[in-house]
DNA sequence: TATTGTTATACTCTATAACTATA
DNA sequence: TATAGTTATAGAGTATAACAATA
């Protein structure tokens, strides 16, 4: 077993890189989607509205505060692309992607596909055994 | 080779783990040096200060803007954990630790080696895998 | 003319707390 | 009493633009 030092100099470095690989699949992602000039916050929710979905489970989702929801449902309801739709239980309110919402997020998911991603740099085997490790540091 | 879509979606599912594993890696950066009281900023900006470094080259290793600088070393300064020290070419500023800030820089620098790092889950040859792997993901 | 650092300002993303209406 | 959503506000982290001093 190496000595704690030698350890801890690598387990820094594998933060470190970590960290520029997530910075860089973020500005992958900004880029993609650029073009349809819909900020970042609001294409990620678009992105989760193929079927309607309540706005609690939406921040679930999206691992941020309900309260966040809201404003992102005002600006996208204001930007025509989704509407708010009553639930069966009537202090829900399902987010509904409208035709509009439905064509951008074909266009934004169409982009994210086209764009090369970092990831493809590796093989399959290579990134089969990237997943299985990334699953493992964040199990449990 | 498998079908565009599922080359995607695999793409898309390690870009989600990296971010995740990423913020995981911050969280546990945070958690490590709560106790000090010194804000992530400044504490990312003390670590680096074991010498003297011009603003400019601080701004460079942290990859941010150099107006931003001047506020952390302000801020750093206030807390007398640095002072700003003239450089050969008089337009530079290096920043120097003081010996209260070497003193909170080496103590902050044991919370960081003593909490067990999720990295840590891993045996030592899948860690030197996940390393190669992700280095070949930032290469150039 | 290009570079270092500074200032003032503004932006993005997100949380907290207190509230309303249902359940 | 607990949950869904809303409102107003506040915070962290960081950038932009215009500038002074120096090279």
Redesign the interface.
Known sequence: M?D??T??A??????R??????????S??AASIAPFGLPIPLSRALLMLGEPMSMRDLADLMVVDPSYITGLADQLEARGLITRVPGADRRVKLLAATDDGHTLRASLLAA??ERE??????T?P??A???A???????E
């Open positions: 190496p704690p030092e350890r801890i690598e387990s820094r470095r594998i933060s890189l970590l960290v520029l690989a997530s910075e860089r699949a973020k992958g992602f994210l596909t991603m970092p990831v493809e740099r590796l399959a290579e990134r055994t990237l997943a490790l990334l699953e493992r540091l964040l199990a």
